[in-house]
């Protein structure tokens, strides 16, 4: 989780030192082979400093990728968790960004990503309404972004293999 400051715009948030310390812990629990093919992060400080942390154990270099970042909404103190459940559900406040906006920016970006990838894996920082709306775009009715959003814990890793989604930390595959 990100340093939380009212008044500042969320996409302007860092981490603050003990999700720092978090993130660089959980970032030597990734399990990455031989190495990282691409290793490319949303623009936003708390992305960034959370691919820093892989990068850092493993050697990669982040590429910056504005495509990855959150979904755009107005800052929303008190009430935004059930906001957020209402837009995952397929409403969309004033001021939030339409979904097909948001799946089809992430889609574009993991494509270029992986297209990028030398060998070994991609790695893609984002966030959690983001990731939610482009994978219940890919993977379709069977998917529920709401739920997947509620359970994402932070930071959290998730690898798709064909169109079964698997947690790549402590957790099971859910298809």
């Known amino acids: ?19 720092r310390a978090a ?3 959980w970032a030597a629990r990734l399990e990455v082979g031989d190495g990282i093919g691409a290793l490319v992060s949303s623009t ?17 270099v982040v590429v910056e990728e504005p495509r990855l970042r959150e979904a755009e909404r107005p800052w ?13 559900r397929g409403d ?21 990503a992986l297209a990028s990838a ?3 894996p991609a790695i893609v920082v984002t966030h959690g309404l983001a990731l939610s ?3 219940g775009d890919r993977l379709g009715a069977d998917f529920d972004p709401e739920t997947f959003w509620s359970r994402l814990a932070f930071p959290d890793a998730w690898a798709l293999d064909g169109d079964v989604l698997h947690r790549s930390l402590p957790g099971a595959a859910l298809s």
């Open 23 to 25: 993130a660089e812990i």
């Open 133 to 135: 709306l482009h994978l």
């Open 76 to 88: 929303i103190g008190t009430g935004y968790r059930a906001i957020a459940h209402r837009y995952l």
């Open 118 to 120: 030398s060998s070994g």
């Open 44 to 60: 936003e400080p708390k992305a960034l400093e959370t691919a820093a942390a892989i990068a850092s154990r493993w050697g990669s």
């Open 1 to 19: 989780m990100p340093a939380v400051t009212e008044g500042i715009p969320s996409t302007e948030w860092h981490l603050d030192d003990a999700t």
């Open 92 to 112: 969309v406040p004033e001021g939030w960004e339409p979904h097909r906006s948001v799946a089809e920016r992430v889609a574009a970006a993991i494509t270029d």
